[in-house]
T-cell receptor, first 112, second 112 residues
């Protein structure tokens, strides 16, 4: 079946790097995504990686994909208090709909 | 940058009443989706829509739910007879296909 797991909480000091991890089960994923959700707000697409890539860097964000272990991570460099939010990883399933299966979300708390 | 818009931002309805949630996807997108997020839980896929018909629906999307694209711009989700457990945030998303899904800010549905 399709399942995406994340750790629930991460707390980091401002200026440090944050690493949020995700594991998934469906090997037929086409894309894997990271979305950010601030309190009471919608889902903001942060970045995504195609399933045949290992790494993608976008300014402070680095995505690593280990397809063999079905493990995805998001590294945020120089974490700021404005990065405090819930981060969801999601995989799109290779079928006729490309629906997204979301993880449980990781709440990132950045303290000064 | 074009965006997905959803209205209303908050809907309060009595149990048993019908409710219609509205979405305007990005204009050149062809694939449309509804997702649901119960408070504190993960985002769950409800239904996908392409070429004026449902392409996939989840177990949550029972006979009480329906979707429609009544004109060239709107995409609606109707819940025929709401239940308390329908209280959630409902997100609309769209994509041109093979690309990341873009989400609206969501409609918070509160059933009394």
């Amino acid at each position: 079946g399709e399942d995406v797991e994340q750790s629930l909480f991460l707390s980091v000091r401002e200026g440090d790097s944050s690493v949020i991890n995700c594991t998934y089960t469906d090997s037929s994923s086409t894309y894997l995504y990271w979305y950010k959700q601030e309190p009471g707000a919608g889902l903001q697409l942060l970045t995504y990686i195609f399933s045949n890539m290992d790494m993608k860097q976008d300014q402070r964000l680095t995505v690593l994909l280990n397809k063999k272990d079905k493990h995805l991570s998001l590294r945020i460099a120089d974490t700021q208090t404005g990065d405090s939010a819930i981060y969801f990883c999601a995989e799109s399933i290779r079928d006729n709909t490309d629906k997204l299966i979301f993880g449980t979300g990781t709440r990132l708390q950045v303290f000064p | 940058e074009p965006e997905v818009t959803q209205t209303p931002s908050h809907q309060v309805t009595q149990m048993g009443q019908e409710v219609i949630l509205r979405c305007v996807p990005i204009s050149n997108h062809l694939y449309f989706y509804w997702y649901r997020q119960i408070l504190g839980q993960k985002v769950e896929f409800l239904v996908s829509f392409y070429n004026n018909e449902i392409s996939e629906k989840s177990e949550i999307f029972d006979d009480q739910f329906s979707v429609e694209r009544p004109d060239g711009s709107n995409f609606t989700l109707k819940i025929r007879s709401t239940k308390l457990e329908d209280s959630a945030m409902y997100f609309c998303a769209s994509t041109e296909g093979g690309q990341p899904q873009h989400f609206g800010d969501g409609t918070r549905l509160s059933i009394l």
